[in-house]
């Protein structure tokens, strides 16, 4: 069997592992274990976090929809479900984002699901 000198493929996957961690603090972006050390451990909360963010979100938008929903004299849950039975489809994040910056139309789907009005 041929020997195999490694030293370009070694130097890529160094280099690799270094280009990754650049911009982390003292050794984690100058040595090569703590750097694959901290690159390795980075990249699996940043696969966690991408979905933690989905749920973060969501709670935003539900605490929103809550805030201005109780203006109106409605529970949020009491907003949802007369949303559905009214057969309007807005999800939560226009639902808050028109609580934030259009309250008066807010107010109209609140009273649609209030059931004083229908859609």
Do not use: C
Not at 4 to 30: D, H, P
Not at 86 to 115: N, Q
């Amino acid at each position: 069997m041929p020997r195999v000198k490694r030293s370009v493929t070694a130097q890529k996957k160094r280099r690799k592992i270094m280009k990754a961690a650049k911009g982390f603090l003292l050794s984690r972006s100058k040595l090569l274990r703590t750097a694959t050390e901290a690159v390795s451990h980075a990249m699996a909360y940043a696969y966690r976090d991408r979905r933690v963010r989905k749920r973060e979100f969501r709670r935003l938008w539900i605490t929103r929809i809550n805030a201005a929903a109780r203006i109106n004299e409605i529970s949020y849950s009491r907003l949802i479900n007369g949303m559905h039975k009214a057969g309007v489809e807005i999800d939560r994040r226009v639902l808050a984002d028109l609580a934030v910056h259009e309250p008066s139309g807010f107010s109209e789907i609140a009273t649609i699901a209030k059931g004083e009005r229908q859609a």
